[in-house]
C-alpha cells in the first residue's frame, strides 16, 4: 500500500524525524463531522456522524451493512447489549436499534438537549449495565432506562447540562455535570450517595464537567472547565488532589494506564503524564491545538487525536513521538490555518473576533475529537472531515 505523506516538511524534521507513518486501510465518508468515537462489535463497527445518520460497517473492508437516519446529530459513543445498539441525538432522543439490521426497538424522548456552547460537542454517551441504560440529557437529569422497553426505571435531576459519560460500578453511577457537581448514585434507585462541587475559577466558576470520568482502583478522575484535573476517593467523594493547567479547560476523559494518568488540555495544547497517586507531572509534550478526545494505549504507546487532524502515538515513559496519521482534511487544508513551521499563520486567530470563522477553519483540518479504538494492529477513528479510518498501526 502507497505511504501517505502527512505533514509539511518543515514540520516533520523539527519534531517528527523519527516517528512512522499509519497506513489508510478503508475511510468510509459521511456528510457530518464525527466527534463520537466508534464501537467494534464483533465483525462490525459502529457509529454516528452530525449528518443524523447511524452506520453500521464491516470492520474489515469499511462496506456498509446498515445505515439509519435519526432525528439530529449524533455526538455520542454507542454501547451494545442482547442484540441492540444504543445511541443518543442533539434533539435530546435516545435510541434503541436492531444491531444486526438498524430496526428501531424503542426511542426515548425526555425534553429535548440543551448545547452550553460552540465547544460544547459532545452528548452523553449511553452506557448499560445488567439491562439498564444510564444516560445524560441535556435537559439536566440522569435517566435509568430499561434497555429492552424504554421505559424509565428512574430519573435524577442534576444541577446542569449533563453531557458525561456516566460511569457503572459495583451498584454505583458516576457521572459529572455542566454546573460543576459530580455524583455518586445509587445505580438501583438513583439515590444520592455523595456529591463533589468542582473549584471554579474567576473566568469559569460553575467548574463545568464536560466529558467524563476514569475509574481506577478506588478513584475518580475527571477533568473541568475551572482548568482542574481532579482525583476523587470513588467510596467517599474526598479529593485525593487536584492539578490546575492554568488558561486550560481539561475536556478529555483521563487515560489510565500502569501508575499515571495521560490527558490533553484545551488551551494550553500540551498532552501529559502524571503520576496517578499525587498528580505531579511526569512528563508533558506541546501539540499544535487542542485535544478535547481520550487518549489509549496499545503495546506501550499512547495514540490521541488533535485538533490539528494528527492522530499521535508516543511513548509512554517519554512521550516521544512514535507514531502519526493525518487526516485528508488536515493534508489538504493545513495551510489555512498553519504555516511552514508548524505554527498559526499571521492573521490567524484563535479566539479573535470572528472566533466561529476560526472555528470552521480548524473542523476544515479534520480535527480529531474521536476516542480512537484498536484491534489487533488497526486503529479506528472519526474526524471532522466527516470521515472513520482504519488504519495500520506498523
Given at each position: 500500500?502507497?505511504?501517505?505523506?502527512?505533514?509539511?516538511?518543515?514540520?516533520?524534521?523539527?519534531?517528527?524525524?523519527?516517528?512512522?507513518?499509519?497506513?489508510l486501510v478503508w475511510k468510509f465518508s459521511t456528510n457530518g463531522r464525527i466527534y463520537s468515537s466508534p464501537l467494534i462489535h464483533n465483525n462490525l463497527i459502529f457509529f454516528g456522524s452530525g449528518d443524523s445518520t447511524?452506520?453500521?460497517?464491516?470492520?474489515?473492508?469499511?462496506?456498509?451493512?446498515?445505515?439509519?437516519?435519526?432525528?439530529?446529530?449524533?455526538?455520542?459513543?454507542?454501547?451494545?447489549?442482547?442484540?441492540?445498539?444504543?445511541?443518543?441525538?442533539?434533539?435530546?432522543?435516545?435510541?434503541?436499534?436492531?444491531?444486526?439490521?438498524?430496526?428501531?426497538?424503542?426511542?426515548?424522548?425526555?425534553?429535548?438537549?440543551?448545547?452550553?456552547?460552540?465547544?460544547?460537542?459532545?452528548?452523553?454517551?449511553?452506557?448499560?449495565?445488567?439491562?439498564?441504560?444510564?444516560?445524560?440529557?441535556?435537559?439536566?437529569?440522569?435517566?435509568?432506562?430499561?434497555?429492552?422497553?424504554?421505559?424509565?426505571?428512574?430519573?435524577?435531576?442534576?444541577?446542569?447540562?449533563?453531557?458525561?459519560?456516566?460511569?457503572?460500578?459495583?451498584?454505583?453511577?458516576?457521572?459529572?455535570?455542566?454546573?460543576?457537581?459530580?455524583?455518586?448514585?445509587?445505580?438501583?434507585?438513583?439515590?444520592?450517595?455523595?456529591?463533589?462541587?468542582?473549584?471554579?475559577?474567576?473566568?469559569?466558576?460553575?467548574?463545568?464537567?464536560?466529558?467524563?470520568?476514569?475509574?481506577?482502583?478506588?478513584?475518580?478522575?475527571?477533568?473541568?472547565?475551572?482548568?482542574?484535573?481532579?482525583?476523587?476517593?470513588?467510596?467517599?467523594?474526598?479529593?485525593?488532589?487536584?492539578?490546575?493547567?492554568?488558561?486550560?479547560?481539561?475536556?478529555?476523559?483521563?487515560?489510565?494506564?500502569?501508575?499515571?494518568?495521560?490527558?490533553?488540555?484545551?488551551?494550553?495544547?500540551?498532552?501529559?503524564?502524571?503520576?496517578?497517586?499525587?498528580?505531579?507531572?511526569?512528563?508533558?509534550?506541546?501539540?499544535?491545538?487542542?485535544?478535547?478526545?481520550?487518549?489509549?494505549?496499545?503495546?506501550?504507546?499512547?495514540?490521541?487525536?488533535?485538533?490539528?487532524?494528527?492522530?499521535?502515538?508516543?511513548?509512554?515513559?517519554?512521550g516521544e513521538l512514535k507514531w502519526q496519521f493525518q487526516t485528508n482534511g488536515s493534508r489538504e487544508n493545513y495551510n489555512l490555518v498553519y504555516n511552514a513551521e508548524g505554527k498559526f499563520k499571521e492573521g490567524f486567530e484563535l479566539y479573535g473576533k470572528d472566533y466561529l470563522k476560526s472555528e470552521r477553519l480548524i473542523h476544515r483540518l479534520g480535527s480529531i475529537l474521536s476516542t480512537p479504538v484498536i484491534e489487533?494492529?488497526?486503529?479506528?477513528?472519526?474526524?471532522?472531515?466527516?470521515?472513520?479510518?482504519?488504519?495500520?498501526?506498523?
Amino acid at each position: 500500500m502507497k505511504k501517505i505523506v502527512f505533514i509539511p516538511l518543515l514540520f516533520i524534521t523539527t519534531i517528527c524525524i523519527s516517528a512512522t507513518s499509519g497506513e489508510l486501510v478503508w475511510k468510509f465518508s459521511t456528510n457530518g463531522r464525527i466527534y463520537s468515537s466508534p464501537l467494534i462489535h464483533n465483525n462490525l463497527i459502529f457509529f454516528g456522524s452530525g449528518d443524523s445518520t447511524f452506520y453500521s460497517l464491516q470492520k474489515q473492508t469499511g462496506e456498509l451493512q446498515w445505515q439509519y437516519k435519526a432525528d439530529g446529530a449524533i455526538h455520542s459513543d454507542p454501547c451494545t447489549t442482547s442484540g441492540m445498539v444504543f445511541f443518543s441525538t442533539s434533539k435530546g432522543s435516545l435510541y434503541a436499534l436492531g444491531a444486526n439490521d438498524g430496526s428501531l426497538k424503542w426511542k426515548f424522548e425526555p425534553g429535548g438537549d440543551t448545547m452550553l456552547d460552540i465547544w460544547d460537542y459532545y452528548l452523553s454517551s449511553p452506557n448499560v449495565n445488567n439491562g439498564v441504560v444510564y444516560w445524560g440529557s441535556g435537559d439536566g437529569n440522569l435517566y435509568a432506562i430499561d434497555s429492552k422497553t424504554g421505559k424509565v426505571v428512574w430519573q435524577f435531576e442534576a444541577n446542569g447540562i449533563v453531557h458525561s459519560k456516566p460511569i457503572v460500578s459495583e451498584g454505583r453511577v458516576f457521572f459529572g455535570d455542566f454546573g460543576g457537581y459530580f455524583f455518586s448514585l445509587n445505580a438501583a434507585n438513583g439515590e444520592v450517595i455523595w456529591q463533589f462541587r468542582t473549584v471554579g475559577d474567576s473566568y469559569f466558576p460553575n467548574g463545568e464537567i464536560q466529558k467524563g470520568a476514569s475509574l481506577d482502583n478506588g478513584t475518580i478522575y475527571f477533568g473541568s472547565r475551572d482548568y482542574n484535573i481532579y482525583a476523587l476517593n470513588a467510596q467517599t467523594g474526598r479529593g485525593q488532589w487536584n492539578m490546575k493547567e492554568v488558561g486550560s479547560w481539561i475536556i478529555a476523559t483521563p487515560l489510565i494506564y500502569n501508575d499515571f494518568v495521560y490527558f490533553g488540555t484545551s488551551d494550553t495544547h500540551r498532552f501529559y503524564c502524571v503520576n496517578k497517586a499525587n498528580g505531579k507531572v511526569v512528563w508533558q509534550i506541546p501539540v499544535p491545538m487542542r485535544v478535547y478526545g481520550s487518549a489509549i494505549e496499545h503495546n506501550g504507546i499512547i495514540y490521541f487525536g488533535c485538533f490539528d487532524g494528527i492522530l499521535r502515538g508516543v511513548d509512554h515513559k517519554t512521550g516521544e513521538l512514535k507514531w502519526q496519521f493525518q487526516t485528508n482534511g488536515s493534508r489538504e487544508n493545513y495551510n489555512l490555518v498553519y504555516n511552514a513551521e508548524g505554527k498559526f499563520k499571521e492573521g490567524f486567530e484563535l479566539y479573535g473576533k470572528d472566533y466561529l470563522k476560526s472555528e470552521r477553519l480548524i473542523h476544515r483540518l479534520g480535527s480529531i475529537l474521536s476516542t480512537p479504538v484498536i484491534e489487533q494492529n488497526t486503529i479506528f477513528f472519526g474526524s471532522s472531515d466527516g470521515n472513520l479510518y482504519s488504519v495500520t498501526l506498523n
